[in-house]
Each structure stands twice: as C-alpha cells, then as structure tokens.
C-alpha cells in the first residue's frame, strides 16, 4: 500500500539534502513534469520526474521498475530485488543512502530526493548502478532509455508479440471475453449456388452445362446438394454429389460424422467414388507440434493459392510465373485434412480442391483417436468398402496406429492390414514409417538441416505381385534464398525407379525467383534410363507486373539435346473498371500449331460473368459463362447475393447498439451504432452505412472465428464496447446474428487543495454501492482530477485513507455520493472537490 501513497508536495533544500524543506524552495529549484520514455522498438512509456535548473531528472526508483518488470520490493526503508537475473541481486537502502548491486556499493547521499515519502533518485546514479541510462532532452520533455541488458518489459513484449503470431497462426486470441457457440437447428434454409456456361465452335457443335448447389442446415448438421447437367448427354445419378457433416468439439466420442461421399486415402485401389458414412474423435481445430515439411506443387501462373487444415485457412501464397507455389506446412495434432484452394487473378474461382494427404499424423501423449469409414463404391460391382484406423500418442513425440481396410472386389485378398509410426525425435527432425501388408513399405524422413534448408528422403519398397516397380528412392533438398535484392526459392529433386531389368532416373532443379516486379521461374530436368541417352530440358517463365495494373506472363521450352526451343506462349492481363481482359497467344515452333485467344470477365454484385474466344487456325470457338450464389436470412428477410460459391460456408450479422440499460439485448428504444473498423482474423467485414450492419462473408462452417472492437472506432468517447473479443462459431450454410452491446459512461472531475492551492499526486479512489474500489486516480500538478469510464449506478469518491493517516492530513468533505444517470452520450458529473489540511496534534495523556 506504501507505493500507492503518492505525496503531494515537495520540501528539499537547495544543496539537495534528504530532508523536507519549505514550498518556495521546491518551486524555486525544482519542477516536477510528465515526460516521455522511448525504449528500442518503437515502445513508450510515461513517467513523472523531477527537473533541475541544469536539466538534471530525478526518477521515481520503484515506479520505473514496476514499468520496466523489474522486480522491486519494498522492505521497510529498502527496495531489493535482482538485475537482469536472479543471481544479479541489489539492494535500495534509502537510510544509508546506498544501492548495493552484487560485489559493487554506490553512494546516492547527493542525488536522492524525497517528495513527502516518494523517493526520487538521480539518473546518472540509476545508470552507474544498474545500467539504465536515460538521456533526457530538455526541448521536447523526453528522454530515450538504453540499457546494457534485455529488459523484462521488452521481453515481455516480445515473447507477447511471438505468442500473438501463433495465436494468428491458431485463429484464436489469448483473452476471449465472450464465447459465442453454435445454434442448432432441425432445418433452416441456406445457400444456393448456380451457374451456367455454353460454348460453341465454327462446325456447328455446342453444349451448355448447368451447375446448381443447395446447403442448409439439416438435423443439426451441414447438408450440402450438388448437380451438374449437361443438356447434350441423358441424365445421370453419379452427377448429384450430396453429403452432410456434423462437428462437434465438446463431444467425447464422436466429433466429426459424415454421410455423403467418403475423402482420404485407399489402399485397396478402389474404382470409383466411395459413398457412405464417417466417424472420428478428431478435433476439426489446429494444435501445431513443433515440427513443418514442404509442400510444392503448380497451379496456373499468378493464381493465388490457399491452404487449408481442417478447413482452417492457415497460410496462401501466390504462384510464379510458371504456376509453381510452395508452402511450409506446420505439423499438427490429430487427424488433418489438408485443402487446397485457387484463385485465378482475374477473378475465377477453381471450384476444384486439392485434397493431400498428410505424411505426418501425430497424436497428443496418451490418447487415442479412431477414425471409421464406410460405404459403397460407385463402381460396376457395387464394391462394399470398410476402414477403421486407430492412432495412439505414446508421447508428444512418438505417435502409433494400425488399421485394416476392406474391399469386397478383391477377391483375393478383401483384407489389408496397415500400421503407421510417425516419430519426432527432434523439432527439426521428423521420422515417418509406414507397412501396408502384401503391398508397400514406406520410409520417409523430413530434416531441417538449418531454419531455411529443407531435406527430405522418401523411400518406398513395393512387395505386390502385380506391380512391375520395384521401388522409388527420392530425394529433396530446397531453400528459400536473399541475394541483396535477388530473393526466392530453390529446389532440387533426385528420384530412381527400379524395375526388375533397368532403372529410370530423373533430376530435377528448379528455380523461382523475384526483383521487384519481376518474376522469374527456371524448370531443368533430366531424365535417363539405365544404358539410354540422357534427355534434358529446360523451361523458363517470366512475369512482370507495371504499374497500370498490366501483367505480362511468358513462357519457353527449350530441348538441350536437340539445340531448340519448341514452344513460346504469352499471356496479357489488364482490369479496367469492374472487367478483366486477358489476351493470350500459344505457338509451337516445331509444328505449325498456333493459338490465339481472348477472354473477358465482368464482376457484378450478385454475380461473375465471362465471354471467351480462341482460333487455332482451323476452329473458331466461343464460350460464355455465369456463375453467382444467394444466401438465406430469414432473420432480416434479406438475400444476399454474391460471386463465389457459398456452399459449405457460413457468415456473421454483426449488430452494434448503444445498451443503455444494460442487458445486452436491442430493446425498444436502443439504435444501431456505426462504427469505422472491426479486426477479425482470417476474413473481412463489410460495414453498411444503411443498417449499421457489420456483415462477414465467405466464412467457414465450424470454425471459431475471433472478432476484436477497438474503443477507436466508436464515434462518441463515452462510449465502450461490453465486451472487446469475441470468439464465434460459424453455423453452416447460414448468416449467424450476433448483437454487439456498447454502453455509455460517465465521468466525474473535481480540485484537489492544500489551503488555497491545487494539490496534485493526490490519490483518489471511486467505490462502488458495495464499497468495494472499482478505479484509482491521481491529481494532476494543478489538483485537478478526472476519470471517465463509469457504468451508470451509484458511486462514492474518496482521498486514499491511508495516503491521509501517512501524511496526518484529513480533506473535507471525507467523501463525494455521486450518481451516474443513463445516457446516450455519457453522464458528467463535475466539481467534486477536496480541501486538504493538517490534523490536530493529540494531545498528551495526563
């Protein structure tokens, strides 16, 4: 309680003695300012101190170490706590007037000021001390701290900051204060997507396929429908895709289900699409271990790709200009399902998802989890199909499982038993093996041989009769690279097949690459056969963006053994307005095969349309498409349009209202708030100045989506959001509403005397109807005192009783009753003041 008591007027003598002396003496020689503190990295903080006519600043010993987390503890007359570490103790002795630190003793008689019991120390004497060295600057009242260790407070920020990463990374905040869960519903309209596209060539050939997508909620689940007709071919059942999905993360044993067609892996080479149903005790959220492999692959050239765990959108990436895109994937707990999506840069959406299967499968330390499959195949036998999988973490680090798979077509063997060790040894080192019975035996080792080189080894053995390849040995080694301003990244790949009479070997190196606005992409391979020449290629992308929002894209192909190029093709992209035009031209320059062709895409607000031709001088082709989305509220009776798909998504209806009567609820009487921003991780929101409705889209189905409020973007500064972060769980095919109560406070303010003048560091506490203190706060230098920041209700204001009995001063009035009324731009209660003087001495007992 000592530190809380700040003392309020200052008594030193001019040869700077520790003892009290009159006011004119402390106006006269010294003046007490707040001044700024920077620290290395853009952090500030404030700090009151005391000035000399010399520009000397005296600082508050125990309150600068309370900012900066330095430990400090007050032992009567002391401070002591450690430097830097625990072994580095000192000690603050204020009655011998010395700070002793480890083996050194420093005498502070001639630099120490007390200001009616705050005790205020010379910077120089801090810097000889303990290595803080503040170098203030009269002129603009700051002073910039450096310090010859790390201090606790930038540590703090920093592992902070490294925490906020991965809290970015995992999509969830450190503080939530309000969890807003899933509403469930039996049925409850959705979404619908559709689209429609026609195309037609010069010989009179046409087709038009049609594309309509319906989701809802249906038995507390997602329930997705899909059709796509082609009007020249007769109907056919396998173009209706359906499926429904329920998650559930509270659950214990069963998390995720799912009826529809079946994803993952098969080892039974099953001949068709698998329809059936799911089961797991998988978690759909991400827990990252401590490991990561590479994923590289190619999509179109500048398409932009995103990568999705368990449909958590974790990392994108735009590819280079010859369609290559690389990813660093974090390895996590559990079992994952990794997605991934394509934008095209003009708009397009690739409805088409890549489904990868994950190398890595760790589980946390004694658990188990069990995935069940089943189900149908779509093949001419009606093949019936099984799979249960079980994985168990025997640590954090060593994670087993074993399985068997079903499959009624193969007669010889229906049967096929599979175990799977994923092993993690170090954080840079992860070991994966796995046995399919009668079929392969897979080694795969993932290395980082520094934080930026990637090694992996992938082995695999076939022991099946009727597989010619004997085994695959393959090999990668790649790195991102900083070259002054040449940077991007480098692969090579080695892979042997061997066969019972050769082998067939292929090299591989590739190389992406940017300056500025230049990308670069280099594709060379080789290939040769045991005894065979070697075949070498080479292709080269260029790609470069001008500051009109034109992209150039060029591409060759160039045969080593033969000396010639054999292909160039050029590509043109350019957005005017709302319409994206793309001109592109392929030529061969073996054949005489030419093609030309021209595209043209247009964004509406409900909708994304396109036109397109192509000659290749002996056809002429047209095709023109449509494609948009509508989604269901029946809540504000609104359909919302959109150009992407929004099957399988969800969306928010943020509604932020001025609750003045405090129950959370946008009762009759109560309007909407405008405000300027919201942050939420992973999506963006659109603000209507019509409604005052925040409303996200594009959001995915069971995922928790974190939305903060800053104070900043409310209009009045009365006003508080009730509650800052919000955790949401996205509902399925449907715009959630969730209301956003904001509250008006009010403010209190008054003086602060000592006889006739105003008074400050005084401490002043606000108590509530119960009494207990809900804030404290200081008087300025002048006495002046203000707090803003209270809910509507009953308060009392006080001076600090123990600052008063340490001082032997009483204030009247003793206490302020003050009521906060409701209003919509904050109630302000003034002249709330106190008159300080001395008590009465006791007097002596007969």
């Given at each position: ?80 706590g450690f430097i830097e570490n625990e072994k580095n103790l000192y000690t603050i002795n204020f009655e011998k007037k ?111 396929n049609i594309n309509i997508g319906f989701g809802t909620e249906l038995l507390y689940g997602e329930a997705n429908f ?114 991934l999506k394509f934008y095209g840069p003009l708009g397009e959406e690739r409805t088409e998802e890549r489904i990868k ?490």
């Amino acid at each position: 309680m000592f530190y809380n008591v700040f003392l309020f007027f200052c008594a030193i003598t001019t040869s700077a003695q520790y003892k009290e002396i009159n006011p004119t003496d402390y106006l006269t020689n010294y003046n007490e300012v707040l001044i700024t503190v920077y620290v290395d990295g853009g952090y500030t903080f404030e700090a009151n101190v005391l000035i000399t006519p010399n520009n000397q600043i005296y600082l508050n010993t125990k309150a600068i170490f309370k900012t900066l987390e330095i430990k400090c503890i007050s032992e009567l007359n002391n401070l002591v706590g450690f430097i830097e570490n625990e072994k580095n103790l000192y000690t603050i002795n204020f009655e011998k007037k010395r700070i002793t630190i480890g083996n050194k003793s420093i005498n502070i008689s001639n630099g120490i000021l007390e200001e009616f019991g705050v005790k205020y120390i010379k910077a120089s004497l801090l810097f000889e001390a303990f290595g803080l060295n503040f170098i203030f600057n009269p002129r603009s009242l700051t002073a910039k701290l450096e310090a010859n260790f790390e201090l606790p407070f930038i540590k703090q920020l920093r592992y902070k900051q490294a925490r906020d990463n991965i809290s970015l990374f995992l999509q969830e905040p450190i503080i939530i204060d309000t969890i807003i869960p899933r509403d469930y519903h039996l049925f409850k309209l959705g979404t619908l997507d559709w689209g429609l596209s026609s195309s037609q060539s010069i010989n009179n050939t046409s087709d038009t396929n049609i594309n309509i997508g319906f989701g809802t909620e249906l038995l507390y689940g997602e329930a997705n429908f899909s059709m796509n007709y082609k009007f020249e071919n007769k109907f056919d059942i396998k173009n209706i895709n359906y499926g429904w999905r329920w998650i559930n993360n509270d659950h214990k044993f069963i998390k995720q289900a799912n009826i529809g067609r079946i994803s993952g892996p098969s080892y039974s080479f099953a001949n068709g699409n698998i329809v059936g149903a799911s089961i797991n005790n998988s978690s759909n959220t991400v827990r990252k271990t401590s490991g990561s492999y590479m994923i590289t692959d190619t999509t179109e050239p500048n398409w932009t790709v995103e990568l999705y765990i368990n449909d958590l959108l974790i990392d994108y990436t735009q590819a280079d200009a010859a369609g290559l895109y690389v990813f660093k994937v974090p390895i996590v707990y559990g079992y994952t399902v990794i997605k991934l999506k394509f934008y095209g840069p003009l708009g397009e959406e690739r409805t088409e998802e890549r489904i990868k299967n994950t190398p890595y499968t760790f589980i946390q330390k004694k658990r188990l989890n069990y995935s069940l499959n089943t189900g149908i195949v779509q093949d001419s036998l009606s093949s019936r199909f099984a799979k249960i999988n079980l994985n168990y973490g025997v640590s954090n680090s060593l994670s087993i499982a074993g399985g068997l798979e079903y499959l009624s077509s193969n007669l010889n063997q229906p049967f096929i038993p599979f175990t799977k060790v994923s092993y993690q040894p170090y954080s840079n080192l992860v070991l994966n093996f796995e046995y399919i019975y009668q079929k392969t035996l897979t080694g795969l080792l993932n290395f980082n041989l520094t934080k930026e080189i990637f090694v992996e080894v992938d082995y695999t053995k076939n022991m099946a009769e009727n597989i010619n390849q004997l085994g695959v040995l393959a090999v990668d080694i790649s790195t991102p690279f900083h070259i002054k301003s040449f940077q991007g990244f480098t692969k090579l790949n080695f892979q042997t097949s061997k066969y019972p009479s050769f082998s067939y070997n292929q090299f591989n190196w590739i190389l992406s690459s940017y300056i500025q606005k230049l990308k670069i992409n280099l594709n060379s391979s080789a290939n040769w056969a045991s005894g065979n020449t070697l075949e070498m290629n080479s292709n080269l992308g260029l790609g470069y963006r001008m500051k009109n929002g034109i992209a150039l894209t060029s591409s060759t192909n160039y045969n080593v053994n033969q000396n010639k190029f054999k292909n160039i093709d050029i590509n043109l992209q350019i957005r005017i307005l709302k319409i994206n035009l793309e001109a592109s031209y392929q030529g061969s320059l073996i054949s005489k095969y030419n093609s030309v062709s021209l595209r043209a895409n247009y964004d509406l607000p409900f909708a994304r349309a396109g036109i397109s031709s192509s000659y290749n001088g002996s056809s002429l082709n047209f095709s023109e498409r449509a494609q948009g989305s509508m989604a269901f509220n029946l809540d504000d009776g609104i359909v919302h349009t959109g150009k992407n798909s929004a099957l399988g998504k969800g969306g928010l209806l943020l509604h932020p209202f001025l609750d003045l009567n405090g129950n959370s609820k946008l009762d009759k009487g109560e309007r909407k708030i405008l405000l300027s921003a919201i942050k939420i991780a992973g999506a963006k929101a659109v603000i209507s100045k019509k409604d005052s409705i925040v409303r996200v889209f594009d959001l995915n189905a069971f995922v928790n989506y974190t939305i903060e409020f800053s104070a900043n973007s409310l209009d009045n500064i009365a006003w508080r959001y009730k509650h800052k972060t919000y955790k949401i769980l996205v509902d399925p095919n449907q715009y959630k509403r969730v209301f956003i109560p904001v509250i008006s406070v009010g403010e209190i303010s008054g003086m602060v005397y000592l006889g006739s003048r105003g008074q400050g560091r005084v401490n002043l506490q606000i108590l509530d109807e119960k009494e207990n203190i809900v804030v404290e706060t200081l008087s300025e230098f002048d006495g002046y005192y203000s707090y803003l920041g209270l809910k509507p209700g009953k308060y009392t204001v006080r001076i600090d009783p123990e600052q008063l009995k340490i001082l032997n001063y009483k204030a009247l009035p003793k206490v302020h009753q003050v009521t906060i009324k409701v209003s919509e731009y904050g109630d302000i209660v003034d002249g709330l003041d106190f008159t300080l003087s001395k008590k009465a001495p006791k007097k002596p007992k007969e």
